[in-house]
């Protein structure tokens, strides 16, 4: 059974960061591609940043140069670290692990960008 955990989300100043964290059982996040993906109030789900197997990362125009997704292999977590933060990038963070059988997703957490 694959289960993902986020972690890290909080209040912060506009113009501030946070690292968020994404803990993995069940499943190797360097065997797989991991992503994150966000939602904001009355918006669609959309996709942050991904990071391949051999390490590769990719991210949304909205998002590029701002923040930055990692993994630590050996503990099977991935991160996000968001600097120069934005009101619009308030919103619930998820991490997403899509595998041969099913697509994983964790519970969220919160990021909010407001002074």
């Known amino acids: 059974q694959v289960q993902l955990v986020e972690s890290g989300g909080g209040l912060v100043q506009p113009g501030g960061s946070l690292r968020l964290s994404c803990a993995a059982s069940?499943?190797?996040?360097?065997?797989?591609?991991m992503s994150w993906y966000r939602q904001a109030p009355g918006k669609q789900r959309e996709w942050v940043a991904r990071i391949t197997r051999g390490g590769v990362t990719n991210y949304a125009d909205s998002v590029k140069g701002r923040f930055t997704i990692s993994r630590d292999n050996a503990k099977n977590t991935i991160y996000l670290q968001m600097d120069s933060l934005k009101p619009e990038d308030t919103a619930i963070y998820y991490c997403?692990?899509?595998?041969?059988?099913?697509?994983?997703w964790g519970q969220g957490t919160q990021v909010t960008v407001s002074s």
């Open positions: 069940g499943s190797s996040v360097s065997m797989n591609v």
């Open positions: 997403n692990l899509p595998t041969i059988t099913a697509i994983y």
